[in-house]
């Protein structure tokens, strides 16, 4: 939802919403909730990895572009979260 909702104000009521909606099922420690950043990061990162793993020559869009258009988008989520939590804490 970060990456596709462009205006992050939207985006944090989205996010909000959901993680209360979630939160009445089943309850989260603050601990939980401030692993969330890293937790998105890392699922990125290893979904890389599958990618990277089931490459083969014929694919055209496993390019070095495609490669750091993918590592931009984890960076500006670890900017934006450890930006966002500093707001909050």
Do not use: C, H
């Amino acid at each position: 939802m970060f990456f596709i909702e462009s205006d992050k104000n939207v985006y944090e009521q989205k996010a909000t919403s959901f993680l209360n909606g979630y939160q009445k099922i089943r309850r989260l420690s603050n601990e939980e909730i401030n692993l969330i950043p890293e937790a998105g990061a890392s699922i990125y990162i290893f979904y890389l990895g599958i990618q990277a793993k089931r490459f083969d020559w014929s694919n055209i869009f496993f390019t070095e572009n495609y490669l750091k258009m993918y590592v931009e988008r984890i960076k500006n989520w670890i900017e934006y979260s450890e930006r966002n939590n500093n707001t909050k804490n």
